[in-house]
């Protein structure tokens, strides 16, 4: 089965710390995504990836950046966290230009800026 | 881009009756079509998806949607729901012809009560 593995379930860090979020795919997918999500917001796309050491600017990039070093490893790093960048994120990944084919989620972690 | 609506944030209704989640997005262009679920503190997992060919979709867990390509919609459908059924959902756009993104709408709540 597909698998998309977040490293942490919940998290808590201090304001001004730098936090990385570290997502895991088996799949050999080309694209990677980093979302967060709010309450009556939805999904919001912060980067996402199209393939090793590329990387795009989603809809919300301020104060986050990523790291694609291995195909299957997306990284998400808060260069110096904020309390709202409190939220739960969600990686997915999906095959490179199939958007016929859907994303496959991890099941998310929950980020409480302190 | 796309831009996806779902008008009801939160949809309370009783176990065993109908019901049914409402989903339009911007463009006219050629979409494929998507709806997950999210149960509590999990990623999101696909119900169905539409592509081509019949406009009526089956999915897991006895949900249907129907795309409605002049209305630009893709309304999702149980006719009898069950305690379980609570969760959050979520419709996604893809356009057929370009990049890799998905579009997803803000979500809608699903309550069911005994």
């Known amino acids: 089965d597909v698998k998309v593995t977040q490293s942490s379930r919940y998290l808590v860090k201090r304001t001004g710390e730098k936090v990385f979020l570290e997502c895991v795919q088996d799949?050999?997918?080309?694209?990677m995504f980093w979302y967060r999500q709010d309450p009556g917001l939805g999904l919001r796309l912060i980067y996402f990836?199209?393939?090793?050491?590329?990387?795009e600017k989603g809809d919300i990039p301020e104060g986050y950046s990523v790291s694609r070093e291995k195909k299957e490893r997306f990284s998400l790093i808060l260069e110096s966290a904020s309390t709202n960048q409190t939220s739960m994120y969600l990686c997915?990944?999906?095959?490179?230009?199939?958007?016929?084919?859907?994303?496959?989620f991890g099941d998310g972690t929950r980020l409480s800026i302190l | 881009a796309q831009s996806v609506t779902q008008l009801d944030s939160q949809v309370p209704v009783f176990e065993e009756a109908p019901v049914e989640l409402r989903c339009n997005y911007s463009?006219?262009?050629?979409?494929?079509l998507f709806w997950y679920v999210q149960y509590p503190n999990q990623g999101l997992q696909l119900l169905l998806k539409?592509?081509?060919?019949?406009?009526l979709v089956k999915g897991i867990n006895g949900f249907e949607a129907e795309f409605n390509k002049s209305q630009t919609s893709f309304h999702l459908r149980k006719p009898s729901v069950h305690i379980s059924d609570t969760a959050e959902y979520f419709c996604?756009?893809?356009?057929?012809?370009?990049?890799?993104?998905?579009?997803f709408g803000t979500g809608t709540s699903l309550t069911v009560i005994p």
């Open positions: 799949m050999d997918h080309e694209n």
């Open positions: 997915a990944s999906s095959l490179k230009h199939r958007v016929s084919q859907p994303q496959h």
């Open positions: 539409y592509l081509s060919g019949s406009t």
């Open positions: 996604a756009v893809s356009d057929v012809d370009t990049g890799n993104q998905f579009y």
């Open positions: 990836s199209y393939d090793v050491k590329m990387k």
């Open positions: 463009s006219s262009v050629s979409v494929y």
